[in-house]
């Protein structure tokens, strides 16, 4: 199984690109110090937020994530003042593509995400007003945002090699479990060794997640969460 994780592409020359300054608290950092992946997508998704917020799209629909690659050259750590720089970097009819930087004293991570919009009432994807189209074409460049999956079906012969159970708390305001929560696995078994000091990883959600136990499935440096029947929620690809 060859799968190249989604293109990291450089900030633009022109167009919008917002920025916020952030200090990772206790609850983001391990024993160690280093700030989890799960709070970096948290931190991903609440700077996306901000800027829709500042270009006045609050209320135009509900946004999912589809993907998300977070490749951390340097892990943030605790007490850290961080700087995020966001800006679209691909445009479709209902998706979007985002890259933000997470730049500190030492810590560099770079992350780029496919969101889609959905109308909130209907939950089906919702086209993207002229308006909005025109606050993010020009860092968009022309660039697509295509919504096709990209990672591959389990092969046959993966091996469950652990359960993981989603919480109550772990569901948010969409209603199922929220997209930083897929990273924990991952975490985990960084927890039981020695945590590299660089890593590139990558999400791809399928069906919504609700509370329960799932299965953590795997097949060389692919792994997928699925239910108990093998419908898959999503795959995690490391490189």
């Known amino acids: 199984m060859s799968v190249e994780p989604t293109e990291l592409v450089p900030e633009p020359a022109s167009g919008r690109v917002f920025e916020r300054a952030l200090r990772p608290g206790a609850a983001d950092a391990d024993g160690g110090g280093r700030a989890r992946l799960d709070a970096i997508a948290r931190w991903l998704q609440d ?10 799209f609050e209320d135009r629909g509900a946004w999912i994530v589809r993907r998300l690659r977070i490749r951390a050259e340097r892990f943030p750590r ?10 679209c970097s691909g445009l479709g009819r209902f998706s979007a593509e985002r890259r933000t930087s997470v730049v ?4 560099r991570v770079e992350a780029v995400a496919l969101w889609v919009c ?6 089906r994807p919702l086209r993207f007003p002229r308006d909005f189209v025109a606050a993010y074409e020009e ?3 022309g660039r697509p945002a295509g919504t096709r999956l990209r990672h591959p079906d389990p092969p046959d012969g993966a091996e469950r090699v652990a359960t993981w159970l989603f919480r109550a708390t772990d569901v948010d305001a969409a209603g199922h479990v929220n997209n930083s929560h897929f990273w924990e696995p991952l975490e985990q078994e960084l927890a039981a060794g020695e945590v590299p000091e660089t890593l590139d990883a990558e999400v791809e959600h399928r069906d919504p997640a609700q509370p329960g136990e799932v299965a953590i499935v795997r097949a060389g440096h692919m792994s ?8 898959l929620h999503a795959s995690i690809l490391r490189s």
Do not use: K, Q
């Open 78 to 87: 605790f007490g850290e003042e961080l700087t995020l720089r966001t800006f």
């Open 224 to 231: 997928w969460v699925a239910t108990a029947d093998g419908a």
């Open 118 to 123: 959905l109308d909130r009432e209907a939950g």
């Open 104 to 107: 500190g004293t030492e810590a």
């Open 139 to 141: 860092s968009a460049a």
């Open 47 to 56: 700077v996306a937020y901000l800027d829709l917020v500042d270009a006045g």
